[in-house]
């Protein structure tokens, strides 16, 4: 709809350029910022309009091994032709002592059946953290995270929701 108010405008999936008449360009940014917002309205957080994510498989916390990480490793670069794969991970009894950090991030240690704790970290979630106790399934993204000389597996939690019953 908007289409009209610009010179000329271009891209592709990844990008896309635009010019627009200086005069125009309040317009545009108030056009656009609705545009956005009607997305976000639509998109939900949870519940019947959530998106939908790809898992690549459900895993168990005792296949979160070293050996796991290593051929998630292998697979890498990820981009846009090689996305970075997601895994579920069904009923996990969220720990206490999620700590927040950065505004809406947050991070926690998952026990695993080893009695090793893997590093669980969550980059901007307005909701927050599930409750402590509360039984969840996470979508996370699982890679080696090297840090001041020491190397981990860490999970990045891309969503959860409550657990489900699965027979």
Do not use: C
């Not at 998106?51 to 670069?77: K, V």
């Not at 590093?119 to 001041?148: C, I, M, Q």
């Not at 000389?149 to 959860?160: F, P, S």
């Amino acid at each position: 709809p908007y289409g009209n108010e610009l010179e000329s405008w271009g891209g592709h999936p990844m990008a896309v350029g635009i010019s627009v008449d200086v005069a125009k360009v309040s317009a545009l940014k108030e056009y656009f910022d609705a545009a956005v917002a009607r997305g976000q309205s639509a998109a939900g957080t949870r519940g019947e309009n959530a998106r939908e994510l790809d898992i690549a498989a459900w895993l168990e916390p005792g296949d979160l091994t070293a050996e796991l990480f290593d051929q998630i490793a292998q697979l890498s670069p990820f981009g846009e032709g090689n996305p970075e794969p997601v895994f579920g991970i069904r009923g996990v009894v969220m720990p206490a002592g999620a700590i927040a950090f950065g505004g809406d991030n947050f991070r926690f240690q998952m026990l695993l059946p080893n009695l090793s704790r893997l590093g669980v970290v969550a980059w901007h979630k307005p909701e927050g953290a599930p409750a402590a106790g509360t039984r969840v399934d996470f979508a996370v993204r699982l890679s080696w995270n090297n840090y001041n000389g020491r190397k981990y597996q860490q999970a990045e939690l891309v969503d959860w929701r409550p657990a489900e019953n699965v027979g």
